[in-house]
């Protein structure tokens, strides 16, 4: 509500302003310097005294005050409370001198409950009676005579023991080794190497390297990443995309060798990784030197740790979303659940597309950086769980970062200088429970032809049937399968398109899986000719009604799309029943749906006189009607091509 002065300089936003010392404590039980504490503008001040007033939005009588001090412990004079009508009640006086204590949580209990309720607190200090600089981080009333303490936010349920396992001298050397990211399927681990010998350039900057699983389990000799992705300059992979032939490179490469601020994407082809090309974010000027990346599975969220104008302090975590025209938009800040005046950086974004693990020493904890995770909690990506610290297993007294996890939720691969071979290693741990991601399914296949059964490159899309989160991939014969990660809990459809064929979708349900496996879906485009049939799995309807589900819409304007690109196509829609229930409200209900269909397309551009429509009943089953899973089959829609 008032103070008497703050720190700032021009290379400061929010970092040690009065409003740092608002909420829960963000050092103790650590004690030191932080960013995130108030700290007054001078240091050994004996003339003026320093204060800072904060209100709550609880009125209560209150037992006790605790007051964060996490730095430059003891300068605190006195302490006053306003009641609810702003009358000023002196609460304590400090008549002891300072010890030698760096930091603690000073917990004023008082004889009785007070009989007022209490509006604010005014702390106040002289900054001559401790020398260097004096914080308070936090501020708290409570109404037990319990001393309120200061914790590190723990993640439910962890281990008491977890092993951290080095990776050895086939991945890790001397010098320093960050950044790991797996590839999806846990057979490839990518890493930066800085200033090793074996490095591009005359400066030895960072290089991607990289180690394969072996058929042992261990990971083979480490290699160096061929050009073009390495060169003399710093070289750095952020993430790779589910299909595992996509790499989000730091940095923005020039076509003269030279780098700038940025990423890129590299795609493989069937020589090797190409050039990586510029990824365009709308209004983004990071005011860091570093910044790091994470890319979610769908391949259209973009998770970023940089520092922009609206910085709650250092880097920030922001979310940036792909756009119909392939730029990213504008980053948006993902909140103060998340952010701190400290750096949050070295985001990962799980393959569940909700778990997000990030490293900062903004929030209590063991070492000068700690790893976190946190949950989205809804589609906006701005709203997250308070996030919680890895614990003392994982985290060290030292530096820790760049948690990655692969696919499968197994291990996790992260930095840390504890028992390094040198600088920074990679470790890995098995996953806890506790902060695993939830459980995935890795989708891959092929498109191809119906009539000959050759590849075809098409596009692939994944829609989910209950949120519309959708997925797009792109097949390409030459260099293989497609393949993308999927959350469980869902249903979803799929389908593949490309021109001159008619594309048909399937229905993929992971609602009850419970482990991570991988399914091999192949998908099938028939040739645009007059004759031509195909069912439509993926029109849903009510059960025993006509109304169509939104699900089925991606289907329908797969339809509108071909028609529109053949004007002269005609077709024939046929709705077909089980054999359950009355058999003319089948064929009624039949000619029903079929009649929905049509409309749907004939509001979305597609003239009346195009198409037919005929509803069949239970008469023309496909399967036996002795079990629901087999009268599914039954209950169809298809399409005709009557004339091209």
Request: hydrophobic share 35%.
């Amino acid at each position: 509500m008032a103070f008497s002065s703050e720190y700032a300089d021009k290379e400061t936003t929010k970092e040690n302003r009065a409003i740092q010392v608002l909420g829960k404590p963000n050092k103790l039980p650590q004690v030191g310097y932080s960013v995130c504490a108030w700290q007054p503008m001078t240091q050994n001040n004996s003339i003026n005294e320093e204060f800072i007033i904060v209100s709550f939005d609880t009125l209560m009588p209150v037992r006790q005050i605790a007051i964060a001090e996490n730095f430059g412990q003891g300068a605190i004079t006195h302490v006053d409370v306003f009641d609810e009508n702003n009358n000023i009640h002196p609460i304590w006086i400090n008549n002891t001198p300072p010890t030698n204590e760096l930091g603690k949580m000073l917990n004023l209990i008082l004889n009785q409950m007070t009989t007022f309720k209490v509006r604010s607190v005014r702390v106040s200090l002289n900054t001559s009676k401790v020398k260097g600089w004096n914080q308070i981080d936090a501020i708290a009333i409570s109404q037990s005579d319990q001393p309120i303490k200061a914790f590190i936010n723990l993640a439910n349920n962890m281990p008491s023991q977890i092993v951290k396992e080095n990776l050895g001298k086939n991945v890790n050397s001397e010098f320093r080794e960050l950044a790991p990211v797996i590839a999806p399927d846990g057979k490839t681990l990518y890493y930066t190497r800085w200033k090793h010998p074996a490095n591009v350039g005359y400066a030895k900057k960072q290089d991607i390297w990289f180690s394969e699983l072996q058929a042992d389990k261990t990971w083979g000799p480490a290699k160096p990443f061929p050009e073009p992705i390495n060169n003399s300059e710093h070289n750095a992979i952020c993430a790779i995309y589910p299909d595992g032939k996509t790499l989000l490179l730091n940095n923005v490469y020039m076509p003269n060798g030279e780098m700038s601020k940025g990423i890129s994407i590299s795609q493989k082809t069937a020589s090797g990784w190409g050039f990586p090309e510029q990824v365009a974010i709308i209004d983004f000027k990071n005011k860091s030197e570093y910044a790091e990346y994470s890319i979610a599975p769908n391949g259209r969220i973009l998770l970023i740790s940089a520092q922009l104008d609206d910085t709650e302090g250092g880097k920030d975590l922001y979310v940036s979303f792909l756009q119909d025209n392939k730029s990213w938009s504008r980053p948006v800040n993902l909140g103060k659940s998340v952010n701190t005046a400290e750096d949050e950086g070295m985001p990962f974004i799980a393959a569940d597309s909700k778990t997000l693990y990030f490293s900062t020493k903004g929030f209590p904890g063991y070492g000068n950086n700690d790893l976190f995770v946190t949950r989205r909690l809804d589609d906006s990506w701005t709203k997250w769980s308070e996030p919680q610290n890895l614990g003392p297993m994982i985290n060290t007294s030292e530096w820790d970062g760049y948690f990655t996890i692969s696919a499968v939720g197994d291990y996790g691969y992260f930095s840390s200088q504890e028992k390094s071979l040198g600088e920074e290693d990679i470790f890995k741990l098995k996953i806890p429970e506790a902060i695993k991601p939830e459980v995935v399914v890795q989708v891959s296949g092929g498109v191809y032809n119906s009539a000959d059964k050759k590849p075809v490159g098409a596009k692939v899309k994944v829609q989910s049937t209950m949120d519309g989160d959708t997925v797009c991939v792109t097949f390409d014969p030459a260099t293989g399968d497609y393949k993308f990660m999927l959350p469980t809990k869902k249903k979803y459809t799929i389908s593949a398109s490309q021109k001159g064929y008619l594309s048909s979708s399937e229905v993929l349900d992971f609602e009850n899986e419970k482990d991570f496996h991988e399914v091999k879906k192949n998908l099938f485009l028939f040739p645009i000719a007059a004759g031509q049939k195909i069912t439509l799995n993926s029109v849903f309807f009510e059960q025993s009604k006509y109304e169509l589900l939104p699900a089925s819409f991606q289907e329908l304007n797969h339809i509108v799309a071909t028609m529109r690109e053949n004007p002269k196509m005609e077709i024939m829609l046929e709705g077909h029943t089980d054999n359950q229930g009355d058999w003319n409200e089948n064929l009624k209900l039949s000619k029903q749906r079929v009649t929905e269909v049509k409309g749907y397309l004939v509001k979305n551009g597609i003239e009346e006189k195009r198409i037919q429509v005929q509803g069949y009943g239970s008469t023309r089953p496909v399967a036996s009607n002795n079990s629901e899973e087999k009268r599914k089959l039954n209950r169809r829609v298809e399409v005709t091509i009557v004339k091209i």
